[in-house]
């Protein structure tokens, strides 16, 4: 493999794979193309960049870490094992020929940091007593250095050519340089309340990283620093120079701020969660000799590789939540991760065991699949099974005989589809651009309510009950007809409509035969019509998405619509005193509302009908007005509306 930065990048991103044209007519396709839709199944000995291509990467074994709750720090040793610094039991422990034993027990809370120093010495960064220890090669451990005002030694950095050790700390911000005796002096005291990484340049002077503000120093000298960069976010969690010359760094922006020691005096730091997941965006800087940046993001919890030119590869997908630390370099190369603590060694790249599986694919119903294409360099495996689970279990299919080139899928129809890539003879194969058609079964659309109302009217709500004393009905010779649908597989829709009077069998066509309606609304003009009590039918068919000897259609039938565009009489208006008696009739009916209103004044106040209730098309009503009528003479105008929104208006004196 080309020689690549390796990283965890903590940030979120969710796997996104829609189904190309999923309202489109007949066949469907899955197109796996991108990074976010290549990532959401298992990778097993696989790799995926950001250019879409899978190729064989990294196999991985698993070892449980059963004596630790989570790995901050790992330290390969020259004789092939590792030491891991664990919390919250701050141990340190040792793997080797694939078994972990406990190799210190330090009594603190947490080894956050681990680092050579001195030839063969073994230096612990701990939490929360600030304290850097010394372990020699028989698991013993001594106080090297109590560093003031320090609580968590975030990193260490040895510099061989001065005999240095450097310690990053906080809550006070501070990068602590120790001698081999255990002597420590502040070499930078920062504005910050952490200093969490740090790294050795070329030239000799040191980088550090902030939590904070998120800032990058450099310092050239005891108490001389300068700010290189100050980065969006929360905290520089990581630094590493690469072989050019070019500093990587790692930068994190958190939903919620770490869980780290505050700025105290003195004291002991009160416990933090060290375990809890930090969720967030996480990106890759490099920052190349000349200063200039250059960045990337990445997913949090996964191994990605960038190489010259940018491009991103996931090269390794855990299974557990968090990776804590990492070395993918020299004799020793694993992955230690958390949540649950994982130890996982890189046992080489490719073979038999490269095996990527897509994510379960959703067709939505059961569906029949075509032929799966995809573009590939050299030799691949692929491989399908489907279900009807939306998580595969044992009543799905077994994964279908391989195919070494693009043809007919042979898992049987389903609902759910993954896709499987092996490969097996050449381990610089790739492949991309995998995509499968399918066609779902048709099933059939149904038309559940109609509605009509006056156009321009509001809507009325089914869940509710229409106010009492809400405005009056609006008339419009225009019907609003709209309806509703349920339409499982997502085809196009054409409806047709037609009336009958009630009554009557005979249905008459409202459309055209050759006017296409796609929408769920249609303004019907009845102007023409005879007045009287009318239903609609409203027919859906998916012809346009099937042909016609697989077409369904299903139709629904509406309540009584009244066509009405004749407004209501005055049979009688007459006033004796101060008592107003009347009668309305309409030709369809019934009468909705009542009202009157004095000597032209705006204010319409509400009429009762004789039997208090509005439901026929002829109303009676009396009131005695002796409330409202003070003068001695009153012009009463009263107002009569049907069901439709036809009204008329009469006036009547009263002396």
Same mark, same amino acid.
């Given at each position: 493999m080309r020689r690549h930065l390796l990283r965890t990048i903590g940030c979120s991103l969710f796997a996104a794979l829609l189904a190309k044209g999923a309202f489109a007519v007949g066949t469907r396709t899955f197109e796996l193309r991108s990074l976010d839709q290549l990532s959401g199944g298992d990778l097993e000995g696989t790799s995926i960049d950001s250019r879409g291509r899978i190729r064989a990467g990294f196999r991985l074994g698993? !070892?449980? @870490?059963?004596?630790?709750? &989570?790995?901050?720090?790992?330290?390969?040793? +020259?004789? %092939?094992?590792?030491? *891991? /610094?664990? /919390?919250?039991?701050?141990? #340190? *422990?040792?793997?080797? &020929?694939?078994?972990? +034993?406990?190799?210190?027990d330090t009594g603190t809370m947490a080894v956050t940091s681990l680092a050579q120093a001195w030839g063969d010495s073994v230096v612990a960064g701990t939490l929360p007593q600030g304290r850097v220890l010394r372990i020699d090669k028989n698991g013993n451990a001594s106080t090297l250095a109590e560093l003031p005002g320090a609580e968590g030694v975030w990193d260490l950095a040895f510099d061989a050519r001065s005999g240095s050790l450097f310690a990053a700390t906080g809550p006070e911000g501070k990068v602590f340089r120790i001698d081999a005796q255990g002597q420590a002096q502040v070499y930078f005291d920062s504005d910050e309340a952490h200093i969490v990484s740090l790294a050795l340049a070329p030239d000799g002077s040191f980088y550090a990283g902030s939590s904070g503000k998120a800032l990058l120093y450099r310092l050239t000298g005891p108490g001389r620093a300068s700010v290189v960069h100050d980065f969006p976010g929360d905290d520089v969690k990581a630094l590493r120079f690469g072989p050019d010359g070019s500093l990587y760094v790692i930068s994190n922006e958190y939903a919620e701020p770490p869980d780290l020691p505050k700025r105290t005096g003195s004291g002991t730091a009160a416990p933090v969660n060290l375990a809890r997941p930090k969720p967030g965006k996480g990106t890759l800087t490099r920052i190349d000799p000349q200063g200039r940046p250059h960045v990337g993001t990445g997913v949090e919890g996964r191994i990605y590789a960038v190489d010259d030119a940018l491009t991103t590869m996931l090269v390794a997908d855990t299974r557990e939540r968090q990776v804590g630390a990492m070395v993918l370099t020299g004799r020793s190369r694993f992955v230690a991760t958390s949540d649950p603590p994982v130890f996982h060694e890189v046992l080489g790249q490719g073979g038999s065991e490269a095996v990527w599986t897509s994510q379960v694919l959703d067709a939505g119903l059961r569906a029949h699949f075509g032929k799966i294409r995809w573009n590939a360099t050299g030799p691949v495996e692929i491989s399908t099974r489907s279900g009807n689970t939306e998580a595969p279990d044992k009543t799905w299919s077994d994964w279908s005989s391989p195919l070494t080139a693009p043809g007919q899928i042979t898992s049987p129809a389903a609902r759910y589809v993954q896709v499987r890539a092996r490969f097996v003879r050449d381990p610089s194969a790739a492949i991309s651009e995998i995509t499968l058609p399918f066609v779902t079964d048709n099933l059939r659309a149904i038309v559940t309510s109609i509605e009509a109302r006056p156009k321009n009217a509001p809507s009325r709500s089914t869940s509710t009950l229409p106010s009492s004393g809400a405005e009056p009905p609006s008339h419009s010779e225009t019907l609003k007809l709209s309806w509703k649908v349920t339409n499982p597989d997502n085809d196009d829709l054409r409806y047709r409509l037609a009336y009958k009077l009630e009554g009557q069998s005979l249905w008459r066509d409202i459309t055209a035969a050759d006017e296409v309606v796609t929408k769920t609304e249609y303004d019907w003009d009845t102007s023409g019509l005879p007045e009287g009590l009318y239903r609609v039918r409203v027919e859906a068919s998916d012809e346009a998405a099937n042909p016609p000897d697989r077409a369904l259609r299903h139709a629904l039938e509406s309540g009584v619509v009244i066509v009405?565009?004749?407004?209501?009489?005055?049979?009688? !208006?007459?006033?004796? %005193?101060?008592?107003?008696?009347?009668?309305?009739?309409?030709?369809?009916?019934? #009468?909705?509302? #009542?009202? *009157?209103?004095?000597?032209?004044?705006?204010?319409?106040?509400?009429?009762?009908?004789?039997? @208090?209730?509005?439901d026929e098309p002829v109303e009676s009503f009396e009131i005695d007005l002796s409330s409202i009528a003070t003068s001695s003479s009153h012009i009463v105008s009263v107002r009569a509306f049907d069901a439709a929104g036809n009204f008329v208006v009469r006036s009547v004196e009263l002396k």
């Open positions: 698993a !070892l449980p @870490l059963d004596q630790a709750s &989570s790995v901050f720090a790992a330290l390969p040793l +020259s004789d %092939g094992s590792v030491l *891991l /610094g664990t /919390g919250s039991e701050g141990k #340190i *422990l040792r793997v080797a &020929s694939g078994r972990a +034993s406990a190799f210190v009405d565009n004749t407004p209501p009489v005055f049979r009688a !208006l007459t006033a004796q %005193g101060r008592r107003l008696r009347g009668e309305v009739v309409d030709g369809v009916g019934p #009468i909705a509302r #009542i009202d *009157l209103a004095l000597d032209g004044r705006q204010t319409w106040l509400p009429v009762y009908p004789a039997d @208090l209730v509005f």
